[in-house]
């Protein structure tokens, strides 16, 4: 009995032993072995003040919107599977997160990032109006932003993704 107890007590401090000297070192963005950071590395980051880091886009921008930002586009057509109209709304994009429709002082989010594994781009507008009001993405060329213009883009509503729009944009 006295040799359970003790291969029981031994059991009991090993466990305790390796429990408590185990220790695991944080993992570093584009360090991924512990303790080690390659000579010269370039890091594709942006650190900012309240904590974080994003990935430094193609373009060398801390956020793939900022392409867009500053421009104007028209909403020249769009198709709801019924019919074809003209709006011939302007969107202002005046910051990485918000655009502003005609010349309303209503504010709205948009976003606008790259896909993986994807020669696309996903813009998402939300409460945007001329689609009926509610959050739309869709899919655009990887370079439609550059070259002003987007064509018969696919939008779905997030709410409910059986609505989509087939729109057009050229950028003023």
């Excluded at 002082?105 to 409460?127: E, K, P």
Aim: glycine share 8%; net charge positive.
């Amino acid at each position: 009995m006295k040799k359970l107890y003790t291969k029981i007590t031994l059991l009991i401090i090993l466990t305790l032993v390796i429990i408590t000297s185990c220790g695991k070192e944080a993992i570093v963005p584009g360090n991924y072995e512990l303790g080690t950071k390659e000579p010269n590395a370039i890091t594709n980051e942006v650190i900012y003040s309240h904590g974080g880091t994003l990935p430094t886009w193609v373009n060398g921008s801390s956020t793939d919107s900022s392409s867009i930002v500053g421009t104007k586009w028209v909403l020249w057509k769009l198709n709801n599977g019924f019919a074809n109209t003209f709006p011939n709304d302007t969107i202002n994009f005046i910051s990485t997160t918000y655009y502003k429709l005609n010349s309303s002082n209503h504010i709205r989010n948009y976003n606008l990032t790259s896909n993986v594994a994807s020669t696309n781009r996903t813009l998402t507008l939300h409460y945007f109006a001329p689609f009926g009001g509610s959050h739309y993405s869709g899919e655009i060329g990887f370079n439609s932003v550059e070259d002003g213009e987007i064509n018969a883009s696919e939008f779905k509503n997030i709410q409910n993704t059986t609505m989509t729009i087939r729109a057009w944009f050229i950028k003023i």
